[in-house]
C-alpha cells in the first residue's frame, strides 16, 4: 500500500510538474540567443550520424558515445536559452538557474516537446544499452524509437521556435521523405 501511495505521489508531481497553465504563454515570439542555431546545427549532426549508425544495421558500439552527445546537446540548448528548463520540486513553472540564460520562448507548447525529447532519447539509450550488454539489437524498435526522435525533433524546432539546421534533419533511410510546404 505503502508503494502504491509513493507511486500515486510522484506520478501526481510529475504531472503537476509537466502541466504548465495556459495565461503563461506569450504572445510574441522573442529573439532567440545566436547560440541557438549552432547548437541545432550540431544536433543535426549528432542526429545524423546516429541514424546512419544504426540503420540499416546496427553498430551499437559507434551509436552509444552519440546518446549521452544528444542528451548534452539538449542541456546546451536549456543553458544558452533556447529551451525551457524542467521543471524541479513539483513548481509549475521553472525556477531559472543561476548562470543559465532563461528562455522566454512559448513554454506552454516547447516543455512538453523537450520533455518527450529526452525521454525518447533515453529510450534510445536503455535500447542500445541493452544490446551492447550481449543482446542482439532489435532493428524494428530501433528503427520505431528513430522515427520518434526525428518527430519530436522536428516538433521542438516549431513549438520552441528554434531555427532548422541548414540541410535539414536526416531521415531515415528507405522512408519517404518528408513533404515540406513552400
Not at 546537446?73 to 513553472?93: I, K
Request: glycine residues 10%.
Amino acid at each position: 500500500m505503502k508503494k502504491t501511495i509513493t507511486a500515486l505521489s510522484l506520478v501526481a508531481a510529475l504531472f503537476t510538474a509537466s502541466s504548465i497553465p495556459a495565461a503563461s504563454a506569450t504572445p510574441a515570439a522573442p529573439e532567440l540567443p545566436a547560440a541557438c542555431a549552432a547548437i541545432v546545427t550540431d544536433l543535426a549532426g549528432k542526429l545524423t550520424k546516429v541514424v546512419s549508425s544504426l540503420l540499416p544495421l546496427p553498430n551499437v558500439g559507434a551509436v552509444t558515445p552519440l546518446i549521452g552527445d544528444l542528451l548534452g546537446l539538449v542541456t546546451a540548448l536549456q543553458s544558452s536559452g533556447c529551451l525551457p528548463a524542467l521543471p524541479t520540486s513539483g513548481l509549475p513553472v521553472p525556477v531559472p538557474v543561476k548562470g543559465v540564460a532563461a528562455y522566454a520562448g512559448p513554454v506552454d507548447q516547447c516543455l512538453p516537446v523537450v520533455m518527450n525529447l529526452i525521454s525518447t532519447i533515453a529510450g534510445l539509450g536503455g535500447t542500445i544499452l541493452g544490446a551492447a550488454s550481449g543482446g542482439l539489437p532489435d532493428v524494428g524498435k530501433i528503427t520505431g524509437i528513430l522515427t520518434t526522435l526525428l518527430k519530436t525533433v522536428t516538433e521542438l524546432l516549431s513549438k520552441c521556435g528554434l531555427p532548422t539546421p541548414p540541410g535539414g534533419l536526416p531521415a531515415l533511410p528507405g522512408l519517404p521523405l518528408p513533404v515540406q510546404n513552400s
